[in-house]
């Protein structure tokens, strides 16, 4: 399956030139053959949480879906948005939207993991999990900018299913080696495809990084861009996955009980313990960090 990747410079708070932006990075991908486009976090309103939360009327946010999901069904393919959501007790978070090629939704996803003072002034972070949906025979799923810096995140889409996880980002310049080493890692040890998705250019004082990826279950690269608008393309499938896993297991030989009572023991707690090689620890000084010392919490 071919995927699509827009990489593109928003104008914060104008809604009408950001979708069209959208709507011709859709009608380009969908000609080329994409069944997917994936777009930067919160495009269509612009990247500029303080502002966005103070200029957007949320009674936009229905029309602005429409606009979004028509933009799929006219250009005859999937498309994945991110905008802001005002939850029933009031609440706003950051979300994202997979939609088919049809306008019809297929996945939902809020921002679990807020990066910065105003992102936490503006928003709220949400605690679900990622969901998966077969998407084109390939398991499906999502995650937001800040939340694949977080191996909990990956592997929790992972664990349910995920071969392919979409990520629209908004990333500023200085953090190369997020999409440059972490994104590479996150997809080599859950084992499943990563698209990330960058702004690029300047919006509302803030230089993006652009430099949006796509990594394979192996944890190649498969298509990155530089720092300009661009839209990016990479054939992703189930396959690549399921054959990482089959080669090296990590999924099915994980111990997520055993790393919960790791985590779940304070500092000291080794003391008079048996050690990884088998030999029982002596007791005296902890080692810095305590009994979690060089663990991870991957789970």
Known sequence: MLLALLQANAAVLDVEANCAAVDDAARTAAAAGARVLLTPELFPVGYAPLRVRAGLDPARLPSIRRNLAGIARRNRIAL??????VTADGRWQITSTMVDREGGELLNYAKVHLFGAEERQAFSPATEPPAVVDFHGI????????????PEAVRAAAVRGAELLLVPTALAQGFD?????LLRARALESQLTVAYANHAGEEDGCEFLGGSVIAGPDGSLLAAAGPAPELLYAEVSAASARDAREGVPYLRERRPDLYRDWESRGPGAEAGSVSATGIAATAGPAAPGGAAAGVSSTY
Do not use: N, R
């Not at 080696?177 to 080493?181: F, K, L, T």
């Open 139 to 150: 398991k499906t799923s999502m995650v937001i900018c800040y939340d694949v810096e977080f």
């Open 177 to 181: 080696s997020v999409p440059q080493v």
């Open 80 to 85: 994945v948005y991110s905008l802001p959501a």
